[in-house]
Antibody, heavy 122, light 107 residues
Framework: EVQLVESGGGLVHPGGSLRLSCAASGFTFSSYAMTWVRQAPGKGLEWVAAISNRGQSINYADAVKGRFTISRDNSQNTVYLQMNSLGAADSARYYCAKDRATGGYPTRQDSWGQGTLVIVSS | AIQLTQSPPSLSASVGDRVTITCRAS??????LAWYQQEPGKPPKLLIYDVSNLERGVPSRFSGSRSGTDFTLTISSLQPEDFATYYCQQHNSYPFTFGPGTRVDIK
């Protein structure tokens, strides 16, 4: 069974940083692209960043480019999201998600974690 | 970035109704469109991928279609467990984007 468990969320002051982690199990992690999606309270889904299976392709939403960094450690079956210069607009639940197909590059996601909540507030 | 618009933003329907949700892309996205269902407090669930392919375990009352840059999700006979919010997503070009969602409520 595929399991994705996010961690690292919490309360952070504006301008601060957080590092989210997503521990994966139940599938061959190194064969799949991984994606971070966020959802502000009461709002819709927002695609944040994606990384190919070996990290050779990385892409970001315009809203986070230059502030967020996605990475992965295939030896630890974990994907990360380093978030810097956080602002109120970054407050959201952050989900990590596994791509549906092998082949390495991000497409659509068939398995999602429960998310980790990030609150940016003074 | 490619923009996705969904209509209607919300709808009220009864069990047994046929429901149609439309997603329009601001430019061509080939067949790189997926539909997700999200119940309150839960992560999204993939329903349909590549316009019309039903994800494993998803009931056959769900279907997807395309006409140019307009994509449609149809629920043929609404069931109690289908009351949720539905999102389309394009993965044709970066940055990938989601539609704003369509909330389906009980009439």
């Amino acid at each position: 069974e595929v399991q994705l468990v996010e961690s690292g969320g919490g309360l952070v002051h504006p301008g601060g940083s957080l590092r989210l982690s997503c521990a994966a199990s139940g599938f061959t992690f190194s064969s799949y692209a991984m994606t971070w999606v966020r959802q502000a309270p009461g709002k819709g889904l927002e695609w944040v960043a994606a990384i190919s299976n070996r990290g050779q392709s990385i892409n970001y939403a315009d809203a986070v480019k230059g502030r967020f960094t996605i990475s992965r450690d295939n030896s630890q079956n974990t994907v990360y999201l380093q978030m810097n210069s956080l602002g109120a607009a970054d407050s959201a639940r952050y989900y990590c998600a596994k791509d549906r197909a092998t082949g390495g590059y991000p497409t659509r996601q068939d398995s999602w974690g429960q998310g980790t909540l990030v609150i940016v507030s003074s | 970035a490619i923009q996705l618009t969904q209509s209607p933003p919300s709808l009220s329907a009864s069990v047994g109704d046929r429901v149609t949700i439309t997603c329009r892309a601001s430019q061509g996205i080939n067949s790189a469109l997926a539909w997700y269902q999200q119940e309150p407090g839960k992560p999204p669930k993939l329903l349909i991928y590549d316009v019309s392919n039903l994800e494993r375990g998803v009931p056959s009352r769900f279907s997807g279609s395309r006409s140019g840059t307009d994509f449609t999700l149809t629920i043929s006979s609404l069931q109690p467990e289908d009351f949720a919010t539905y999102y389309c997503q394009q993965h044709n070009s970066y940055p990938f984007t989601f539609g704003p969602g369509t909330r389906v409520d009980i009439k």
